[in-house]
């Protein structure tokens, strides 16, 4: 298999490109959905030949590689590729490999054809980009902002590493559904978020729960931040979704 010639991430323009393999369209839509979201460039490849030609076609930053592809399955996909880069004396392509096995030879025998990480289904979308940022750490490529940063709007204040928040001087005191919707809304202030996205992101595409349970937990999260009176943040777009950023004037 010849792979392209991409010398290195670090000079890459653009977005960091991710190549999803995975035939399971809940997942694969998931996780593409997601990754946009985060600012990643994404091609899904649902067989094993679809993502040998996309591999070809372009090498990828990072390859995110289900086991149980059909066609040619991910351990010999994997293979492939540490092959090519020897032959070629390429750098390592970083690969992330997705399994619903999570016995110790499995995970042995994904690493064994050259995977870098092991992920085991299901799996939380957050800890899926907390391995990917390690991935490209460790190779030297572009990283994205893992949201370890203290994230700031008007006068809210959210630090992910302590898990505090501070609406001015004020402290609160979000459930954890609740902080994950605050980091969302802080990641992306003033973009309109549909209901579809924000659902997929924080329930996941697989929630079969009250209807209107993001309603709920938005009128909880405005309740907090306004309980002394201060502005409202968190918009409502009719029939489309919310937003946060500061209510029009009057």
Do not use: C
Request: glycine letters at 10%; charged letters at 25%.
């Amino acid at each position: 298999m010849a792979v392209n010639s991409q010398e290195g991430l670090a000079a890459l323009p653009g977005p960091i490109r991710i190549l999803v393999v995975e035939d399971e369209p809940g997942i694969a839509g998931f996780v593409r959905r997601g990754l946009i979201f985060e600012g990643y460039a994404v091609e899904v490849a649902e067989d094993g030949r679809a993502a040998l030609a996309a591999l070809r076609e372009r090498r990828p930053d990072v390859l995110v590689l289900d086991v149980m592809v059909p066609g040619v399955d991910g351990v010999e996909i994997a293979r492939r590729i540490r092959a090519a880069e020897q032959d070629e004396a390429r750098p390592p392509l970083p690969i992330l490999m997705l399994t619903a096995r999570d016995g110790v030879p499995d995970r042995i025998a994904g690493l064994d054809a050259g995977a870098d990480d092991y992920l085991v289904k299901p799996f939380d979308f957050d800890e899926l980009l907390a391995r990917l940022r390690a991935l490209l750490r460790r190779v030297g490529g572009p990283v994205l902002d893992g949201g370890g940063s203290t994230l700031r709007f008007a006068d809210l204040t959210l630090d992910p590493s302590t898990r505090s928040v501070l609406r001015g001087t004020r402290a609160l005191s979000p459930t954890p559904r609740e902080f994950d919707l605050l980091v969302l809304f802080l990641r992306h202030p003033n973009q309109v978020l549909t209901r579809g996205t924000i659902m997929d992101r924080i329930w996941g595409s697989d929630f079969f729960g009250n209807s209107n349970v993001l309603e709920v937990y938005v009128a909880n999260l405005r309740r907090m931040l306004e309980a002394e009176g201060e502005p409202r943040l968190i918009q409502t777009v009719r029939g489309v979704g919310y937003v946060l950023r500061p209510a029009p004037p009057g």
